[in-house]
């Protein structure tokens, strides 16, 4: 692989980032709010999915009553 010297890999990676398109302010809080309301969504499944399965386990095992 061919040597760059620093000064042309910098102008590179400015010039790759220029053509980067940045999402806006708004785009970015939608973003956010989604994100944290599908870890709240899959908070609660887990949750009754953990408990299903150890009411389960403990009705097989006979320990559930």
């Excluded at 042309?8 to 010039?15: E, G, W």
Aim: aromatic share 12%; no cysteine; glycine share 6%.
């Amino acid at each position: 692989m061919a040597k760059t010297n620093p000064f042309t890999f910098l102008q590179q990676v400015r010039s790759e980032a220029s053509k980067v398109t940045w999402p806006t302010q708004k785009e970015t809080a939608i973003t956010t709010v989604m994100v944290f309301v599908m870890v709240a969504l899959a908070s609660v499944f887990f949750l009754l999915a953990d408990q299903v399965l150890s009411f389960g386990v403990s009705f097989i095992l006979g320990l559930g009553g």
